[in-house]
């Protein structure tokens, strides 16, 4: 009898010994879930190299694409161009360098921007393109406002204000950036009914579009409106025009927090206000769709509308 005890702990200890073994085999994490929608997308890894983070506008933008990625449990890398073309071509083969699976791009400058496209297209990595495209290069989807759309609307909130023959200035954006031709070409689109007294880049800056504004207040005397490509270039004429004691109508384009603080305070008339957060999240949506083998659209359409209080 004791013999038989002895061989049936033998026999246990041998089988609980090759049970652990294959355990062990098994490795961490296997057997268990990926977050987010059930895509394999922990193991995506998304670069995203943004124009410039001291604009709100592209603050919201990267919010909305960390808000997702976390959400679907996706890693991503941000690059910070500093609206300068050039680092920015160098961030993102700083971010192909470090092995990125999917690039999102928001161009400081369209032409300039489609170098970094093509090696990226060499390299087998996709390319999405947020709110300014890429004039060169393979780009899967790109992502934006209807610019054309959205400049139209401003033209034809001055004309409702103030009527046909307007005086209007335009202050436009980065030369080159997509963006700007679009917002020029729509507000341009209904030019006829409207005197454009000045039309002047102010780089989408702040600080540029009030000394721009300065200097055109004093060739210009009959300002009626200001049409600004984008919200910071409005604040800053705002505030040229507020020093020079005129009453001018100025619109923006963008709808970030200071310039919808700024019309409920009657200051700017209107902004054409977009959602940048959802284009972000748009952008990583359309990432995971590429991840998984699917056809994502060419463009997506991020919707506008115009802020008047």
Do not use: W, Y
Request: hydrophobic residues 45%.
């Amino acid at each position: 009898m004791k013999q038989l005890k002895k061989l049936a702990s033998v026999f246990f200890l041998g089988f609980l010994f090759i049970s652990l073994a294959a355990c062990s085999l098994e490795g961490p994490g296997q057997g268990g879930t990926n977050s987010g929608s059930g895509s394999d997308s922990d193991s995506l890894t998304i670069g995203l190299s943004v124009s410039t983070l001291n604009n709100p506008f592209f603050v919201a933008l990267r919010d909305g694409v960390i808000a997702e990625a976390e959400a679907n449990g996706i890693n991503v890398e941000i690059v910070d161009a500093q609206d300068d073309a050039a680092k920015q071509v160098n961030d993102v083969e700083d971010l192909l360098t470090a092995g990125v699976d999917i690039l999102i791009i928001n161009p400081t400058d369209s032409a300039a921007i489609a170098t970094a496209v093509e090696s990226a297209n060499a390299q087998g990595v996709p390319v999405i393109t947020l709110d300014r495209s890429s004039d060169g290069g393979d780009v899967v989807t790109f992502i934006a406002s209807d610019n054309v759309a959205g400049g139209e609307q401003a033209a034809q909130f001055i004309i409702d204000q103030l009527g046909e023959n307007a005086t209007v200035v335009e202050l436009q954006g980065i030369p080159g950036a997509s963006a700007t031709r679009e917002r020029g070409q729509g507000f341009n689109n209904l030019a006829a009914s409207l005197n454009i007294v000045a039309s002047q880049s102010a780089n989408f800056d702040r600080g540029e579009g009030l000394n721009v504004m300065e200097n055109i207040l004093q060739a210009q005397p009959d300002v009626a409106a200001v049409f600004a490509h984008n919200d910071e270039m409005a604040l800053g004429a705002l505030e040229a025009i507020n020093a020079s004691g005129r009453d001018i109508m100025v619109i923006g384009f963008d709808g970030n927090d200071d310039a919808l603080a700024s019309i409920s305070n009657g200051g700017m008339a209107a902004t054409v206000a977009q959602q940048p957060d959802v284009m972000g999240q748009l952008a990583v949506q359309t990432a995971l769709q590429i991840h998984n083998g699917e056809t994502p659209q060419a463009q997506i359409s991020a919707p506008l509308r115009l802020v008047t209080e």
